[in-house]
T-cell receptor
Framework: RKEVEQDPGPFNVPEGATVAFNCTYS??????FFWYRQDCRKEPKLLMS???SGNEDGRFTAQLNRASQYISLLIRDSKLSDSATYLC???????????????FGKGTKLSVKP | EAGVTQSPTHLIKTRGQQATLRCSPI?????VYWYQQALGLGLQFLLW???????NRGNFPPRFSGRQFPNYSSELNVNALELEDSALYLC???????????????FGEGSRLTVL
């Protein structure tokens, strides 16, 4: 099983659609989870951290399911500007472990069309 | 406040040569990370430095090496370049856990290395 696995997409959706990305991770002891966004030929930027209780930031909702070892990102009312690659990031170390163990998924490409 | 800066932006080398890439972290950040992003592939973790020490290393051969300087800037050296080393090399910085960091990485725009 890959350490961090995502559906590569691409997801092609119309403006206003709701789109969901899932990500699975292999280390059950992982403690930190993030979603990053990477625009074409640009550097990744943090979109949001993922907390155990789930968290929401405007149109974006992130959830964590520890039992099934997956993380999700939901985008509501998608905009043209949401077109990008969304990267799932997991700190594969357990609590107190090395913070250098951030593993990136290969990303899911989203294309929002007018 | 200046973000993470990397140089050079682009670098062209031939097989067998050596490449040096440089990174300046955000002021106050002591942790620096290096990632390789080859075309069509995800980010692959190379190295993590904190407080001048190498703390963790990804699954790359020894010809990939680096260091962190007292001012927390860092350089990545790639010796005996091979064609498959052609990639975007991204540097990121963060506050260390000791500094209360949450693990968020701030990336530079990257150095694109082409090996001919």
């Amino acid at each position: 099983r890959k350490e961090v696995e995502q559906d590569p997409g691409p997801f092609n959706v119309p403006e206003g659609a709701t789109v969901a990305f899932n990500c699975t991770y292999s280390n059950s002891a992982s403690q930190s989870f993030f979603w990053y966004r990477q625009d074409c030929r640009k550097e990744p930027k943090l979109l949001m951290s993922v907390y155990s209780s789930g968290n929401e930031d405007g149109r974006f909702t992130a959830q964590l399911n520890r039992a099934s070892q997956y993380i999700s990102l939901l985008i509501r009312d998608s905009k043209l500007s949401d077109s990008a690659t969304y990267l799932c990031v997991v700190n594969m170390a357990g609590y107190g472990g090395s913070q250098g163990n951030l593993i990136f998924g290969k990303g899911t490409k989203l294309s929002v069309k007018p | 406040e200046a973000g993470v800066t990397q140089s050079p932006t682009h670098l062209i080398k031939t097989r067998g040569q050596q490449a040096t890439l440089r990174c300046s972290p955000i002021s106050g950040h002591t942790s620096v990370y290096w990632y390789q992003q080859a075309l069509g592939l995800g980010l692959q973790f190379l190295l993590w430095y904190d407080e001048g020490e190498e703390r963790n290393r990804g699954n790359f051969p020894p010809r990939f090496s680096g260091r962190q300087f007292p001012n927390y800037s860092s350089e990545l050296n790639v010796n005996a370049l091979e064609l498959e080393d052609s990639a975007l090399y991204l540097c990121a910085s963060s506050l260390s856990r000791r500094q209360g960091g949450t693990g968020e990485l701030f990336f530079g725009e990257g150095s694109r290395l082409t090996v001919l």
